[in-house]
């Protein structure tokens, strides 16, 4: 019975949160719903306040790994994206980028890439890039850009992000 608890304030936390698109009202709301199911958990469990705590956190915890996991999974939608518009590209030429995200918990994007400077070639094939996120203007603010640079590599046949930060799968928490 406590498991049917945690799932249905889970899922109603991140329903709630995926539909309104904000990144943090997502994080929050699942956070909260994990404590709300951690609580009940705890409550139907254990009378044990030690015991209960010990419930809570863990409930807690794996509830921010999974939004963790969610937010490098939309990172690296985005990345990917950069990445393919800029793989053919060759140095000064300029391409447009788009995402629209599989999980509506941050905004679909888009922008301008250009390659800087190749960093190699052969076997090791990469290059710097320059890329835009570009925002269109609304009726109280004027569109805007915001620049970034980054590394891609060839990977097979695919360019992928190579820069350690904002994202790789093998930094982990640093991303």
Request: hydrophobic share 45%; proline share 2%; net charge negative.
């Given at each position: 019975?406590?498991l049917?608890?945690?799932?249905?304030a889970?899922?109603?936390?991140?329903?709630?949160?995926?539909?309104?698109?904000?990144?943090?009202?997502?994080?929050?709301?699942?956070?909260?719903?994990?404590?709300?199911?951690?609580?009940?958990?705890?409550?139907?469990?254990?009378?044990?306040?030690?015991?209960a705590?010990?419930?809570?956190?863990?409930?807690?915890a794996?509830?921010?790994?999974?939004?963790?996991?969610?937010?490098?999974v939309?990172?690296?939608?985005?990345?990917?994206?950069?990445?393919a518009?800029?793989?053919?590209?060759?140095?000064?030429?300029?391409?447009?980028?788009?995402?629209?995200?599989?999980?509506?918990?941050?905004?679909?994007?888009?922008?301008?890439?250009?390659?800087?400077?190749?960093i190699?070639?052969?076997?090791?094939?990469c290059k710097?890039?320059v890329?835009?996120?570009?925002?269109?203007?609304?009726?109280?603010?004027p569109?805007?850009?915001?620049?970034?640079?980054?590394?891609?590599?060839?990977?097979?046949d695919?360019?992928?992000?190579?820069?350690?930060?904002?994202?790789?799968?093998?930094?982990g928490?640093?991303?």
């Amino acid at each position: 019975m406590w498991l049917i608890h945690l799932r249905c304030a889970i899922t109603v936390s991140a329903l709630s949160a995926c539909v309104s698109g904000c990144n943090s009202l997502y994080s929050e709301g699942v956070t909260t719903g994990a404590g709300i199911a951690g609580a009940a958990i705890a409550g139907k469990v254990t009378d044990n306040a030690a015991a209960a705590t010990g419930i809570g956190l863990g409930v807690v915890a794996a509830a921010k790994a999974g939004v963790q996991y969610t937010q490098r999974v939309v990172h690296q939608q985005t990345q990917d994206s950069i990445a393919a518009a800029a793989a053919a590209l060759s140095l000064g030429e300029v391409a447009n980028w788009s995402v629209s995200h599989t999980m509506p918990i941050e905004e679909d994007e888009q922008g301008r890439v250009t390659v800087s400077r190749t960093i190699s070639k052969g076997q090791l094939e990469c290059k710097e890039i320059v890329f835009s996120v570009d925002v269109a203007a609304t009726a109280k603010t004027p569109a805007s850009s915001a620049f970034y640079v980054g590394a891609i590599c060839r990977d097979g046949d695919k360019w992928k992000w190579a820069s350690a930060e904002p994202a790789t799968e093998r930094w982990g928490s640093l991303q």
